[in-house]
């Protein structure tokens, strides 16, 4: 659960600061009091939990279907970790991370009571190297519980730097707090690369 | 005003100089005064637990310390308990160890010094495998993995 | 004609140099010899005297010449590199490897640093322990000891420990120094966050892990102190990230940038430092009235404290150590150490006084026990 923390909380502090500014104004629009904004935040976490479960559901049965070889269960995840650190570390310090925000598409939508909903459909499906970390994560789970477990420390970890948004306004030195959460994504990215090593050339020497 | 700050400035700064002055002949008592801070102790996962039980038998002593299954927040499911034996240890080392006070035997560790092999023989399902096992500047120490 | 302005306002007189330097004299003396010097070996009583007399006579050179950052440079690299030489001469002596063993770790032998000190707060907050196989109190380097020093340190300097204390900076100070230009010239501004990206993570992971996870993992200067036994997949591969670290941050990049990249780029305790510059007395100060926005300095400093824009606002960001490689490359004195209080330009030699014998005294008194085992290593190899 370790890890999964560490990396929800590192790529949700990217996260919030390349989608923040789009979700921000559409969590709030229309909002009125403190009830209301709660309300849609929490809706907007609600969803997210929902389908991570959903997600954590779907990998632990590809793992079990595909990973059953205990030197496969190493050497494939290995190689995955490897390959979406690689992208983590990219997408971190990449220029055109900006764009890879997929909240954007919720723009296009009217009903700004299924916005919040919306917006945790596609903050938790958006493709980003975290969530093709925890998905391989989840693959690669003993049991179900434990790839519950792996996506809700996800979930938290991610979930925490969600919590302020309310207060975005009131925040100063906002270019700060985005340079530390992107380089933080990437040396994730980097732990990530190391636990694939690690798990590879394990998977090499038992095989 | 602008005078105040200059004055509370010089003043601050040589507030610094003297603590730098008094921080070397001063760092013994210092220390020993931080030292009893509540949070100036070792996590047991670095001491091995307090000492739950000892027995002494032929001149060597074994202490038996209490499990550790301390976490950051919560204990954690998966810990350890650690075994030392100091005095005048035999080439070989034979015991059964109850750990939790059961009365009954959670598992037997042999311990050969001179080939430096160490076997356990788990007689409980919480008991996992050999952690650490090495020889200390007082006798032995064994870590043996454990879960809840 | 500036130059002559400038050397002629911060450097003394001979006479007023050494009486300047008379405290550090006295004062040095009394801790480097306890009082009571004592040469009854002769190796040991000879490097006793050398580095009371190093130490003397750069303090002395400091005022004299009115430069600050080649003679604190000096005694800096000399502490990293004879902190590496004592623990490693030790090492050897009692355990005749540089590596620690197990017994070493569950008997809690290991010296403390205060690199570990980010990784401590969170557990420390919350499980009212300390998450380091060290002694509390008693012996080398026990942990009391050194949050004390590093405390204190970081109260009176601020980001100035990572210039007058730090024992490791030397280091990467030293190779920065190696060549004339650096082949690398533009370095993204992003990177200097990352000391704050680096810290989130090892306070976190330790946190969550129960363990001094830089320390463990990517601490650069386990290549040149003690490392854990190679026993393992994870232990080679623990020896391989310290390694090509310490050789990536530490050597290649300093020589191929003039910059201090580990400190830079990695340090967590440069993160925690820079945001104690704000509690400090001292920083340095830009004299808007005598800059002409050269930007030598911006050039010069290797900490990526000063920015063009930061010069043009007059202001020294919270990244500066107060090394004085800025102070030394202005040639017009616009760019000094100053007291907050006191306004920018205004008692330049005062506020530089101050600061220098503070700071000086500090890694004076920090470095000397070091360097004298290291010359009197050096004294009985060659004699």
Redesign the interface.
Known sequence: MTDSLILGLSSGSACLATCGMVMFPYLMAGSAGVKKIAIDLALFLLTRLVVYFILATVAWYFGQAFFSNPVVRNIVPGILYIVFAVMLVWYSISNNRHTACPAKIVKTVNNHKLVPILLGLVNSLGFCPALFLILTKGATQGTLTQSYFAFLAFFIGSSLWFLPLPLAGKIRKKEVLKNIGILATGLAGIIFMIKGLTNLIGGIING | M?KA??????S???F??I???I??PG?TG???S??KL???????????GEIGNQIISAGCTLDIRKPVF????KERSSGFV?LDWHGSLPEIIKDSIDYDHDGKNDFCILIDRNNLKTVLDPISNKVKSVA?S?????GW?V?VRLIK | MDNAIKTAVMRKSFGKSLLYTLPMFLITFMFITGGKPNFSDPASGLAMVSVFLMVNVLYFFMHFTGKTDRYRAILFIIFAMSLSYTLIHNMLEVRKSMSFSQADILECKIPFCHLVIPMMILPAAFTKSIIFPGSIIGGFANISSMVVLWLVATLVLGRGFCSWGCFYGGWDDGFSRIGRRPVIKKISELWKWMPFAVLLMVMLSAAVTMMPTYCSWICPFKAVTEFEQVTSVESAAKAGIFLSLFGGLVIVLPVMTKKRTQCSFLCPLGAISTLSNKITPFSLKIDKNSCNECFKCVGVCPLFALTKDDIKAGKVSLFCSKCGKCVDACSRNAIHYGIKGIPAGTMKNFSRNIFLFVSFLFMAIFSSGAIITTFHGLLKLIF
Not at chain 2, 38 to 48: A, E, I, Q
Not at chain 2, 134 to 138: A, M, V
């Open positions: 602008k700050k200059i004055v509370a400035g010089i601050w700064a040589f610094c100089l603590l730098i002055i921080l070397f760092l210092l220390s020993n931080v030292s509540p949070f100036m102790k070792l996590n047991p996962r670095y001491t091995g301390n976490g950051f927040l650690q650490v090495t020889q200390t500047s007082y120490a870590r």
